[in-house]
């Protein structure tokens, strides 16, 4: 994830900026904590494409799970905008399983990070180090966001995402967790040891009940830690947090995420997120425009003649975070404000691949809650080479991801496809 934000309601539109990776930026308004966010426990193309709108296909084939865009029905403190959701059940070496909703579905990280207050008291196996100097002490990881940090041990479930379960247990993040060190902890050799973490981060702030990371990567490449009392080493564990879709025993190449056409501010739609590219009729990229990424999953956006090589499409996003030319008014929550609705059009392109779509940037007026879906929300990105098309791009689009190294007929990730 590497760039999402939340709008506050009943003043002017504030956000929470939780992001990872690179993308947009901004300030952050903590959020007040209401509601219960428990689970429940049980025993190479060289085309050039213009846009075009698709309907998501029915949530029905086994490889396929369904995605809402919605208020989290936990949260009635500010508006969940642009968050979409998914269930995840997460379970112990024993059998006992834990149902987490309102998982946000992010293709711009790896892995399962989940908030301990969402999973309640299930007993996860940590992930011990392996190395000669810290054997046996437990590890912790720093997940980098734009702005900030989320620490958390890293232990061991089986997920399953719908009838999509990996093949044994694989290491995921618990955030939140009080009996593990804190984001303060000494580091050896001076410091904390994720000192850009919120040390109250949780599902509250965050909007969601973790993240679901099912982008370009199977490992998350983050910065791993083995903790024992008050100090924290740097350590390379025995496995990275791993991307579950990896992980699975078939489609698991990488991902498809659909969503409906959406022309205004609306309460909720719903869409698809299918498993495999390229392995059944469902997730088949006929039609698709492929662009390869390069090694660190970025692609090239062309807008108004200027070309951004650090860019990428983010679901994880929920504005895109926009270099826009001239100067385009700013409301006091960070977005976009432009006295009338303004279209550009970007060439999205990747390999010899390019794809052309209109992104339109609109005001976004304070809405109560309950409004969730907005299509035109935007915001200025954080770096001068990136445009991240985030969860707005993605109504009325089908847009694959292909994962590093893995094989499909239409050639080895990674890489995004369009239709």
């Given at each position: 994830?590497?760039a999402?934000?939340?709008?506050?309601?009943?003043?002017?539109?504030?956000?929470?900026?939780?992001g990872?990776?690179?993308?947009?930026?901004?300030?952050?308004?903590?959020?007040?904590?209401t509601?219960?966010t428990?689970g429940?426990?049980?025993?190479?193309g060289s085309?050039?494409?213009?846009?075009?709108?698709?309907?998501p296909p029915?949530?029905?084939?086994?490889?396929?799970?369904?995605?809402?865009?919605e208020?989290?029905?936990?949260?009635?403190?500010?508006?969940?905008?642009?968050?979409p959701?998914?269930?995840?059940?997460?379970?112990?070496?024993?059998?006992?399983?834990?149902?987490?909703?309102?998982?946000?579905?992010?293709?711009?990280?790896?892995?399962?990070?989940?908030?301990?207050?969402?999973?309640?008291?299930?007993?996860?196996?940590?992930?011990?180090?392996?190395?000669?100097?810290?054997?046996?002490?437990?590890?912790?990881?720093?997940?980098?966001?734009?702005?900030?940090?989320?620490?958390?041990?890293?232990?061991?479930?089986?997920v399953?995402?719908g009838?999509?379960?990996?093949?044994?247990?694989i290491?995921?993040?618990?955030?939140?967790?009080?009996?593990?060190?804190?984001s303060?902890?000494a580091?050896?050799?001076?410091?904390?040891?994720?000192?850009?973490?919120?040390?109250?981060a949780?599902a509250?702030q965050?909007?969601?009940?973790?993240?679901?990371?099912v982008?370009?990567?199977?490992?998350?490449?983050?910065?791993?830690?083995a903790?024992?009392?008050?100090t924290?080493?740097?350590t390379?564990?025995?496995?990275?947090?791993?991307?579950?879709?990896a992980?699975l025993?078939s489609?698991?190449?990488?991902?498809?995420?659909?969503?409906?056409?959406?022309s205004s501010?609306?309460?909720?739609?719903?869409?698809?997120?299918?498993?495999?590219?390229?392995?059944?009729?469902?997730?088949a990229?006929g039609?698709?425009t492929?662009?390869?990424a390069?090694?660190?999953?970025?692609?090239?956006?062309t807008?108004?003649?200027?070309?951004?090589?650090?860019?990428y499409?983010?679901s994880?996003?929920?504005?895109?975070?926009l270099?826009?030319?001239g100067?385009?008014?700013?409301?006091?929550?960070?977005f976009?404000?432009?006295?009338?609705?303004?279209?550009?059009?970007?060439?999205?392109?990747?390999?010899?691949?390019s794809?052309?779509a209109d992104v339109t940037?609109?005001?976004?007026?304070?809405?109560?809650?309950?409004?969730?879906?907005?299509p035109?929300l935007?915001?200025?990105?954080?770096?001068t080479?990136?445009?991240?098309?985030?969860?707005?791009?993605?109504?009325g689009?089908?847009?694959?991801?292909?994962i590093?190294?893995?094989?499909?007929?239409?050639?080895?990730?990674?890489?995004?496809?369009?239709?």
């Amino acid at each position: 994830m590497r760039a999402l934000r939340a709008l506050f309601v009943p003043a002017a539109l504030a956000l929470a900026l939780a992001g990872c990776g690179g993308g947009g930026g901004g300030g952050s308004t903590p959020a007040t904590t209401t509601g219960s966010t428990s689970g429940t426990t049980s025993s190479t193309g060289s085309s050039s494409t213009s846009g075009s709108t698709t309907t998501p296909p029915a949530s029905g084939n086994a490889n396929q799970v369904p995605v809402t865009v919605e208020q989290n029905p936990a949260i009635s403190s500010y508006i969940t905008a642009n968050i979409p959701y998914v269930t995840v059940t997460v379970c112990n070496g024993t059998g006992t399983c834990v149902t987490v909703p309102q998982v946000l579905v992010d293709t711009g990280s790896y892995g399962l990070r989940l908030f301990a207050s969402a999973i309640g008291g299930l007993s996860l196996t940590p992930m011990q180090s392996s190395a000669k100097s810290t054997a046996g002490e437990p590890i912790g990881e720093c997940a980098s966001f734009v702005s900030s940090a989320l620490w958390g041990a890293v232990r061991m479930a089986s997920v399953s995402i719908g009838s999509n379960t990996t093949t044994g247990q694989i290491p995921v993040q618990v955030v939140g967790d009080t009996t593990f060190a804190p984001s303060t902890t000494a580091l050896a050799g001076g410091g904390t040891v994720c000192p850009n973490a919120s040390p109250s981060a949780g599902a509250q702030q965050f909007g969601a009940n973790g993240v679901l990371g099912v982008g370009l990567f199977a490992n998350d490449g983050q910065a791993y830690y083995a903790c024992s009392g008050s100090t924290c080493t740097a350590t390379t564990p025995p496995s990275q947090v791993l991307n579950p879709v990896a992980a699975l025993p078939s489609d698991n190449n990488g991902v498809v995420l659909t969503l409906p056409a959406v022309s205004s501010v609306q309460n909720s739609v719903s869409g698809t997120l299918t498993f495999g590219v390229d392995t059944q009729t469902d997730n088949a990229l006929g039609g698709y425009t492929i662009l390869p990424a390069d090694s660190l999953g970025y692609i090239t956006v062309t807008l108004n003649a200027s070309s951004y090589p650090k860019s990428y499409i983010d679901s994880g996003s929920n504005a895109n975070f926009l270099v826009l030319p001239g100067s385009v008014p700013v409301d006091s929550s960070g977005f976009y404000a432009p006295p009338t609705p303004q279209t550009y059009t970007v060439g999205v392109s990747g390999g010899t691949a390019s794809y052309s779509a209109d992104v339109t940037v609109e005001k976004t007026s304070p809405q109560t809650i309950g409004v969730a879906v907005f299509p035109y929300l935007a915001s200025p990105s954080s770096s001068t080479l990136t445009q991240d098309l985030g969860l707005p791009f993605f109504y009325g689009r089908s847009i694959a991801y292909a994962i590093n190294g893995a094989s499909t007929a239409h050639g080895i990730g990674p890489y995004y496809a369009v239709h």
